[in-house]
């Protein structure tokens, strides 16, 4: 089992991190030639999603990622990751992936004050520290989407079928249960238990 991490830009090495603790392999995604090697799923991390978005269009990496996706490449998308998954952005034309049934805001919580930390509950995961940097939130979530996280009244974490996609970093804390959870649900995909 391995799981690929975009890493073109922002928070990927934390989460290779994060992964290594957890013993689980990594691959860095960094051009097309990467996607020869095999993975069992990816992470989106945070970053700054317009920069990235263009990085993947330019090195060729958008569409051979957006169909694995989905066909069911089990996906984490972390802040900017969220954005390049969701399917419309309420206050912003681009749309990346637009893989995942939801409306996103960026940077809604303002871009100055956007950053705070707390601690909240994901669904099939538990109480987790939650760092939010210049974060969007989830304004919208389609009918086959499903909320598993909301802090003060605003929906920070959806799963929709292979994606998951949260407002905040997991990665640059010392809880592992995002990715424990993340890794377990490649394990499942990759034996046809998804
Ligand atoms: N504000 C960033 C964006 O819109 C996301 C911030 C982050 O990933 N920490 O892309």
Same mark, same amino acid.
């Given at each position: ?9 922002? @928070? ?16 860095? !995604? ?8 095999? $993975? ?21 990496? +958008? ?8 066909? *069911? %490449? ?5 802040? #900017?990751?969220? !954005? %390049? %998954? ?10 990346? $992936?637009?893989? %995942? ?6 940077? #809604? ?6 950053? +705070?930390?707390?601690? *909240? ?10 760092? $939010?940097? /210049? ?8 009918? @086959? #989407?499903?909320? !598993? ?11 929709? /079928?292979?994606? !998951? ?16 959870? +993340? ?12």
């Amino acid at each position: 089992m391995r799981i690929g991490v975009l890493a073109l830009q922002g @928070a990927f090495a934390e989460h290779k991190k994060a992964l290594a603790d957890l013993n689980v392999k990594t691959l860095e !995604i960094r051009q097309k030639k990467d996607l020869e090697r095999e $993975f069992d799923g990816l992470i989106l991390p945070g970053g700054e999603s317009t920069v990235m978005g263009k990085l993947l269009k330019e090195l060729n990496l +958008f569409e051979p990622l957006r169909e694995k996706i989905q066909k *069911g %490449l089990p996906v984490l998308g972390t802040c #900017a990751g969220l !954005i %390049l %998954l969701a399917e419309k952005l309420s206050n912003d034309n681009h749309v990346y $992936f637009g893989t %995942l049934p939801v409306t996103v805001k960026r940077n #809604a919580y303002g871009r100055q004050l956007g950053s +705070f930390f707390t601690q *909240g509950e994901v669904k099939g995961v538990g109480k987790v520290p939650m760092t $939010f940097i /210049r974060a969007p939130y989830i304004e919208k979530v389609g009918a @086959a #989407a499903e909320t !598993i996280a909301e802090v003060d009244g605003k929906i920070v974490g959806v799963r929709y /079928r292979n994606q !998951i996609g949260i407002s905040f970093h997991p990665e640059v804390t010392d809880s592992r249960k995002l990715h424990r959870y +993340f890794a377990d649900l490649c394990e499942k995909a990759k034996s046809g238990n998804l």
